[in-house]
């Protein structure tokens, strides 16, 4: 069992920043994959960024050159640094852990990430 907690969502301007950091627990975390989703009102929760237990990334094409994801496995961390923010970014963000071809998928509770025009 592997329990997410994510932190630094907030209310932000249009153009400004924001850091998301998602804390893991359990002693295995370097070989989860870790990922950010996002949830906006009336829509589907959709991908935001991945990184691989070796850091290989993928980012959804609508955050591409103004989002990165990052780990730190020494601390059981991801984090999402989200620059150039649009109000179309608003949404609740979730971390994601998994291994892949395993039924080991975790989620977190979500951050709100609110952007204003």
Known sequence: QVQ???SG???VQAGGSLRLSCAASGRIFRLYTMGWYRQAPGKQREL???ITSDGGTN???SVKGRFTIS???AKNTVVLQMNSLKPEDTAVYYCNAR???TLQNYWGQ???V???S
Request: hydrophobic content about 35%; overall charge negative; cysteine-free.
């Open 110 to 112: 979500g951050t709100q």
């Open 59 to 61: 980012n959804a094409d």
């Open 71 to 73: 780990r730190e496995n």
């Open 9 to 11: 969502g907030g209310l």
């Open 114 to 116: 609110t952007v204003s």
């Open 99 to 101: 291994i892949p071809g």
């Open 4 to 6: 997410l907690v994510e």
């Open 48 to 50: 935001v960024a991945t």
